[in-house]
């Protein structure tokens, strides 16, 4: 639950109030602000000496367009014989990656978005994009291993967010709104609390509030007390989302006395028109709305512009801040440099086994410490409670562990050199949790191996923001598998979309882990079974189709994605 001191330091302003602005405009100093100086009169400007400095200065004018235009036309040629690596799948273009010649930050600077220049940043430049895809080049790979790397065909789907006329028309009243503001208090892990920050802008568009930076409340597993600047670039959240929404930092000081009632009580699914009955009047009548347990809560199956908008949210305002980016794809480079690799989130941290109700596969011992905490804490428990373990692990409500992951990537034609990155946090049982996995796949690493020079060392003990390292360098890999779905591999299944249909592979382990089981057919026979169980469950463009389960982060065609336009890159 968020403390009072977290509350408290989120909702005060530390910059002059807006009122503060307003006594400011009518005071005399705003006329000496903003008043252009006037031009000083009675000057001789037609003299003989004025004449002639006129001249030499269109001479020298003349001189240095002629050499701007030489330049130009040298440089011109020059580029155009450079070349350029780009995957086929994806909209974007990306500049060759050299060892030698690109350093960490500017590949940073290279995949960053929009300069701070312009008061509208474009879509195509605020969208966060990871490094381009391999591809397989060598010939002397086998079948089975140019398949895995085989990117899926994107069948000309792009990112399309051309919100309605309608939209953008209301968007003039409700960008400028300053009476009544929203504030959201976001809980659970990084990608649980990027889906409540979304919904949060997509509710104060629905009851046409502004915005509060939305605040992130303390994790009672993980201890981090990160705010939403620690993890994301607030000016860059605030400008992109400047024409849905009014985004402020904190509430204005007319507000602070405001009676703040927090609503945490709202049930699943609720639609836009639940969202205005139950809210629209109060927030008129006290100013301020404070929502907290969003996760959920609010429908997956929106108006179109409301889709688009959490497309937008997801895909281009939140951005991770400049450290965690810099950082993020610094390790990315690190994998990337060496050739293509996979990212997999294995879901094999304590608390993922407590919850789920299944057990570790590391025998008695470390099973029955996850039964005693599960006994003494049943809080905690999100697994059915009327299954047992087999019966849960046959449903696939369980993580894959490292040995059944490392037989599922052998059998889909893995190569034993392939380079794998380990996403999510300390396994429980540790070495010993990874030792089936490294077995097959010596190559595998971890944020904390490729770190140097204690990089990690100021987010020790921040879960958010290591998480958010995750999720950088997991978009760049070739391959992305996830052990147990969650918001986690939501996020980046939708992600991996939108930036051009990158490999994702999603394990049906409800279908598969009957054949994990049976001893009696051969491993030529399993590597069949898993290549057909999972052919089209590879990242190819699937319709989120309005089903109840899908929501458009993870599915965003159609709404955020079409065919036979030219899209927003």
Not at 152 to 166: A, E
Not at 226 to 236: A, L, Q, R
Not at 302 to 328: M, N, S, T, W
Request: aromatic share 8%; glycine share 6%; with cysteine.
């Amino acid at each position: 639950m968020a403390t009072a001191r977290n509350m408290k330091s989120s909702f005060i302003t530390e910059n002059p109030s807006p009122f503060f602005h307003y006594l400011l405009s009518l005071s005399p100093l705003a006329s000496l602000v903003n008043s252009p100086k006037k031009s000083p009169r009675n000057h001789k400007l037609c003299t003989p000496q004025n004449l002639s400095l006129y001249f030499l200065s269109l001479i020298l004018s003349f001189t240095f367009l002629g050499f701007s235009i030489l330049s130009f036309l040298f440089v011109s040629q020059a580029s155009s014989s450079s070349c350029h690596l780009s995957s086929p799948s994806s909209p974007f273009s990306f500049p060759s990656l050299k060892s030698s010649e690109y350093s960490p930050i500017n590949l940073v600077s290279l995949l960053s978005t929009t300069s701070d220049d312009e008061d509208e940043p474009k879509l195509s430049n605020s969208v966060m994009v990871p490094l381009p895809v391999h591809g397989v080049v060598r010939n002397n790979v086998s079948e089975e291993e140019r398949e895995f790397w085989e990117q899926p065909d994107g069948l000309g789907y792009k990112p399309c967010l051309d919100f309605s006329i309608g939209y953008r028309k209301a968007s003039l009243k409700i960008s400028k709104e300053k009476r009544r503001f929203l504030v959201v208090v976001a809980s659970g892990g990084l990608n649980q609390q990027r889906n409540q920050i979304v919904d949060a802008v997509v509710i104060a568009r629905i009851i046409g509030a502004a915005l509060v930076v939305p605040v992130l409340q303390v994790n009672l597993i993980w201890g981090d007390e990160s705010e939403f600047s620690d993890i994301f670039d607030v000016k860059h959240f605030k400008r992109t989302l400047q024409a849905d929404v009014r985004v402020v930092s904190s509430l204005p000081s007319t507000h602070l006395m405001s009676r703040q009632t927090i609503e945490n009580k709202i049930p699943y699914d609720v639609s836009p028109l639940w969202i205005r009955n139950r809210f629209f009047r109060q927030l008129n009548e006290e100013g301020v709305l404070v929502l907290k347990g969003l996760d959920s809560k609010l429908s997956k199956n929106l108006p179109y512009d409301l889709q688009k908008l959490r497309c937008k949210v997801a895909f281009h305002a939140l951005r991770y801040a400049a450290p965690i980016r810099e950082l993020g794809y610094r390790l990315a480079r690190r994998m990337w440099i060496e050739g293509p690799f996979i990212a997999l989130h294995l879901r094999l941290e304590k608390d993922v086994w407590v919850r789920t109700g299944c057990l570790t596969g590391l025998g008695t011992e470390h099973d029955d410490i996850i039964t005693k905490v599960r006994e003494s804490q049943p809080e905690y428990l999100t697994g059915r409670l009327n299954m047992t373990y087999t019966q849960r692990r046959l449903a696939g409500l369980c993580p894959l562990n490292a040995l059944e992951m490392a037989r599922l990537l052998k059998a889909l034609g893995a190569p034993g050199s392939a380079r794998i990155y380990i996403a999510g946090g300390e396994p429980f049982g540790r070495n010993k949790a990874l030792q089936p996995l490294v077995a097959e796949f010596p190559n595998v690493v971890t944020k904390e191996k490729l770190a140097q020079n204690g990089e990690l060392s100021q987010y020790i003990n921040k879960s958010s923001a290591l998480a958010a390292i995750d999720y950088i360098v997991s978009l760049s890999s070739d391959v992305f598998v996830p052990s147990h779905g969650g918001n986690m591999g939501r996020a980046m299944q939708g992600h991996r979309a939108y930036v051009g249909h990158r490999k994702y592979i999603k394990p049906n382990k409800r279908s598969m882990l009957p054949f994990f089981d049976d001893t009696s057919i051969s491993d030529a026979e399993f590597r069949s079974i898993m290549r057909n169980l999972h052919s089209k469950s590879q990242g190819q463009p699937e319709m989120r189709a309005n089903r109840r389960d899908r929501d458009v982060i993870a599915y965003p065609i159609p709404e955020c994605m079409c065919k036979h336009k030219t899209g927003i890159f």
